[in-house]
T-cell receptor, first 116, second 110 residues
Framework: DTGVSQDPRHKITKRGQNVTFRCDPISEHNRLYWYRQTLGQGPEFLTYFQNEAQLEKSRLLSDRFSAERPKGSFSTLEIQRTEQGDSAMYLC??????????????FGPGTRLTVL | SQQGEEDPQALSIQEGENATMNCSYKTSINNLQWYRQNSGRGLVHLILIRSNEREKHSGRLRVTLDTSKKSSSLLITASRAADTASYFCATDTGAQKLVFGQGTRLTINP
């Protein structure tokens, strides 16, 4: 399967703990995105990478959130000092800047975070 | 705030009927993408339509785009129980991020 993969699929943590999620994009895609989705809502943009450069961050991405894509391949999203309001589905997507499907964003299965 | 707004918020039809969902948006776009999401799962990409296109087809799916009205529609023909899901439109304004609406919850009754 050459789709976008995310790990873990589910994470339950206690308030105040740090969590880290991983995303592996489709191999030839140079763009990678993180979104957050809460129940009954559409996904909301968090941040975006082109290769290893983080080019945009949403206001939703507070100082407790940090994302990296060190070698332009996989990416990690870390949340420090988690709060109950961080409970959501965290979605990763990737896209290519060229080819017949350029700019089509393909999503992974998501990581569902529950903060107790 | 969300750029796209889907209408209706919920739709329930009988298997075999056609389902039409609409999406309106506020600013100029490069493209508009439709996604399906089954309960609690990831998003499945359905169709991307670019701003210079007016209609695209994929199997039982037909998407139209009217940039003068800033609206798009998704038609699913001959619906099946497996089409039960939430459907989202997402707009790309050229800033590389997608802005999603709240989605239409489609239920296909057997």
């Amino acid at each position: 399967d050459t789709g976008v993969s995310q790990d873990p699929r589910h994470k339950i943590t206690k308030r105040g703990q740090n969590v880290t999620f991983r995303c592996d994009p489709i191999s030839e895609h140079n763009r990678l995105y993180w979104y957050r989705q809460t129940l009954g809502q559409g996904p909301e943009f968090l941040t975006y990478f082109q290769n290893e450069a983080q080019l945009e961050k949403s206001r939703l991405l507070s100082d407790r959130f940090s994302a990296e894509r060190p070698k332009g391949s996989f990416s990690t999203l870390e949340i420090q000092r988690t709060e109950q309001g961080d409970s959501a589905m965290y979605l990763c997507a990737s896209s290519s800047w060229r080819g017949p499907s350029y700019n089509e964003q393909f999503f992974g299965p998501g990581t569902r975070l529950t903060v107790l | 705030s969300q750029q796209g707004e889907e209408d209706p918020q919920a739709l329930s039809i009988q298997e075999g009927e056609n389902a039409t969902m609409n999406c309106s948006y506020k600013t100029s776009i490069n493209n508009l993408q439709w996604y399906r999401q089954n309960s609690g799962r990831g998003l499945v990409h359905l169709i991307l339509i670019r701003s210079n296109e007016r209609e695209k087809h994929s199997g039982r799916l037909r998407v139209t785009l009217d940039t003068s009205k800033k609206s798009s529609s998704l038609l699913i023909t001959a619906s099946r129980a497996a089409d039960t899901a939430s459907y989202f439109c997402a707009t790309d304004t050229g800033a590389q991020k997608l802005v999603f609406g709240q989605g239409t919850r489609l239920t296909i009754n057997p």
